[in-house]
């Protein structure tokens, strides 16, 4: 998916990852897997997406950058993290963040990580990943954050000209 036009000098990029109590095509996890393309959809229509990882299928969820093959990855980036918030708590997926204790086992770790970066750039998963252990390494920092613990995006210097 190509990203949308950079609207400010940063964006937000934000990955979570979880794992699945069963296998994909488990029926414990019908009512998550069948509703995958509404949500992306969703999120695809709301103020301030910007771009979100595909994979091979339309839902992202054969992008396993894990050795645990029943972790999946969502990445996405957004205009602010208003723009997040409100599509995370404000739409319909406010539901599957209430109900995801269904379809995921619960961590003793961070499993969502958000950080910023130059508008117009995406982040490789590998870049996602490193920043989730960042994380869970050393706590909320500037450099990778949480919902609790927000950074503001970064200044940018004028252009001297």
């Known amino acids: 998916m190509v990203p949308h036009q950079a609207h400010g000098r940063h964006h937000l990029a934000q990955v979570n990852v979880g794992k699945l109590v069963a296998p994909l095509d488990d029926p414990r996890i019908d009512d998550f897997r069948d509703n995958l393309e509404r949500i992306n959809l969703l999120a695809e229509a709301q103020p301030g997406f910007v771009w979100r990882a595909v994979g091979t299928g339309f839902d992202a969820t054969d992008l396993r950058p894990f ?20 599509f995370a708590y404000r739409t319909d997926h406010k ?23 130059p508008a117009g750039q995406t982040p490789a998963l ?14 909320p920092t500037a450099h990778a954050f949480d919902f609790k613990t927000r950074f503001p995006a970064p200044a940018v210097a004028a252009a001297v000209g």
Do not use: I, K, Y
Not at 67 to 86: I, K, Y
């Open 67 to 86: 050795e645990d093959q029943d972790l999946l990855v969502n990445a996405s980036v957004w205009e602010s993290l208003e723009a997040l918030a409100a």
């Open 95 to 117: 539901e599957f963040v209430r109900r995801r204790h269904e379809w995921f086992q619960p961590s003793d770790q961070p499993t969502l990580v958000m950080w910023w970066l």
């Open 126 to 139: 590998e870049d996602c990943v490193a920043r989730l252990d960042h994380l869970r390494a050393h706590g």
